[in-house]
């Protein structure tokens, strides 16, 4: 339990101006702080959530809101494929349970637990998921009372994705990885322009063949 909280305490820091500007955002958005912040534990899954919040604000259809939430939300998907062989090994409860916490700086410590024994495991990963959790909605909550107040020179908004670099750099340690995350990140960038995010999706997949290829070069 004390490794899990003491794992988990470097991606909450990083995480804290991403809080905020999720908080600032629902203050922008007009549809209201209170209903603004219970997307935080309804989604917990802060790209997802600022979209969700940005697009509606800015006056789009509902549908068209959530529909490009969850195609960026799609990533979760392939946590859930890559934890699987772990978390069958567990309890019921703990099935239903845990994925609501596998956001992408959970998946990046659980990955490099997978192996451990699973009871250990178990206490580790809901000792880092109830750490994340008690950090999201209590952060964006602070977030709609200072965002307003924070100088716009500050720049939070950049923080958003080196928070996201930074995890990925985290788990880059076999050559396979590192060639998944450069061309997915360069097929991100050129298919930026699809509607609906979807270059998001498309990077990722793109970037999976590459790293799979890479991985079958490798063992050769």
């Known amino acids: 339990m004390k490794r899990g909280i003491t794992d988990a305490l470097p991606l909450i820091v990083s995480a804290i101006p991403f809080a905020l500007v999720v908080g600032l955002a629902i203050t922008e958005s007009g549809i209201g702080n209170l209903l603004g912040w219970s997307t935080a534990p309804l989604i917990f ?8 919040i940005t697009l509606l604000g800015s006056g789009a259809a509902v549908v068209a809101a959530i529909t490009t939430a969850l195609v960026i939300n799609v990533r979760h998907v392939m946590y859930s494929g890559a934890m699987a062989p772990t978390f069958q090994k567990q309890p ?16 990046a410590l659980a990955v490099l637990r997978k192996d451990d024994d ?6 580790y990963y809901l000792a880092a998921a109830i750490s994340f959790i008690i950090f999201w909605n209590t952060t964006v909550a602070l ?3 200072i965002g307003p107040v924070v100088p716009e020179t500050w720049n939070l908004e ?12 985290m788990a880059l340690d076999r050559y396979p990885k590192v ?3 450069v061309v997915g990140a360069g097929a991100s960038y050129v298919f930026a322009g699809l509607p609906n995010r ?7 997949v793109i970037g999976i063949i590459a790293g ?3 991985d079958r070069a490798a063992r050769q």
Request: charged content about 10%.
């Open 118 to 123: 699973p009871k250990d495991f178990r206490t």
């Open 198 to 204: 979807s270059g998001l999706l498309a990077g990722a």
């Open 45 to 52: 899954a802060g790209a997802a959530q600022l979209t969700l």
């Open 158 to 169: 950049f923080a958003v994705p080196v928070m996201f670099v930074g995890i990925v750099v």
């Open 179 to 181: 060639v998944a995350a």
């Open 143 to 145: 977030g709609l009372l």
């Open 92 to 107: 019921r409860w703990f099935r239903w349970v845990a994925p609501y916490a596998l956001i992408d700086q959970l998946f």
């Open 212 to 214: 799979v290829i890479a």
